[in-house]
C-alpha cells in the first residue's frame, strides 16, 4: 500500500526522476487538461468536477506521503501541482468555447506560468495555509495558487480584449 500512496503522489517517475518535479507535475495537469478540453471536446466545468474528488484524495495520498518520506511537502510530492491545474482555466471558459487558436496556446502557457510563479514564490496567504497540517496544507496551498492563478489570467484576458474592441 506504501508503494501505491508514493507512486500516485509522485505521479510515478515523473516526481522522483525528472527535473522540477512541480513544473513537471503541472506541465502533466496542463496536457491532461488540454487532451479532455480540446482532444475530447469535455466541458471544462465538467474537468474541474472530475478533479474535485482528485484533490480530496490527495489529502490523505499527501499526509501519507510526508510521513513515508519523513518531509512536509516534499519536492517530489506533485500529486497536488497535477490535481488543480483545472482550476487555473475555469475563468476562460469562453475560449474553450471558440474554435482552437493559436491564442489558446499563448493563454495555456500563460495560465501555467502563472501557477508555477505563484506555487513556487507563495505570496503570503498562500505561505500562510501551507503550514496547515498534513495533506491539507500540500493540497491547499496549490489550490489557493491556482485560483489566484485564474483570477489574473481573466483579469489580463479581460484588460487585453478591452484594448482590441
Known amino acids: 500500500m506504501n508503494r501505491l500512496v508514493l507512486s500516485l503522489a ?3 517517475p515523473i516526481g522522483t526522476r525528472l527535473p522540477a518535479p512541480g513544473t513537471m507535475g503541472s506541465l502533466a495537469g496542463v496536457s491532461l ?3 479532455l478540453v480540446i482532444g475530447l471536446k469535455i466541458s471544462p466545468i465538467f474537468v474541474a468536477l472530475i478533479f474535485v474528488p482528485l484533490f480530496l ?3 490523505p495520498i499527501c499526509s501519507r506521503a510526508e510521513i513515508l518520506l519523513d518531509r512536509n511537502d516534499p519536492g517530489e510530492v506533485i500529486w497536488d501541482e497535477f490535481c488543480v ?6 475563468p476562460l471558459l469562453e475560449l474553450w468555447n471558440q474554435p482552437f487558436a493559436q491564442e489558446t496556446w499563448l493563454w495555456l502557457a500563460l495560465g501555467f506560468i502563472l501557477f508555477r510563479l505563484l506555487d513556487i514564490t507563495k505570496p503570503s496567504i498562500i505561505r500562510s495555509v501551507q503550514s496547515l497540517p498534513g495533506g491539507l496544507g500540500v493540497m491547499i496551498d496549490d489550490l489557493l495558487a491556482a485560483l489566484s492563478a485564474g483570477l489574473l489570467l481573466y483579469a489580463m484576458r479581460t484588460f487585453s480584449l478591452s484594448f482590441l474592441n
Not at 85 to 90: A, D, G, H, K, S
Open 85 to 90: 491545474i483545472p482550476f487555473v482555466y475555469l
Open 57 to 59: 484524495i490527495g489529502i
Open 10 to 12: 509522485t505521479l510515478g
Open 33 to 35: 487538461f488540454v487532451f
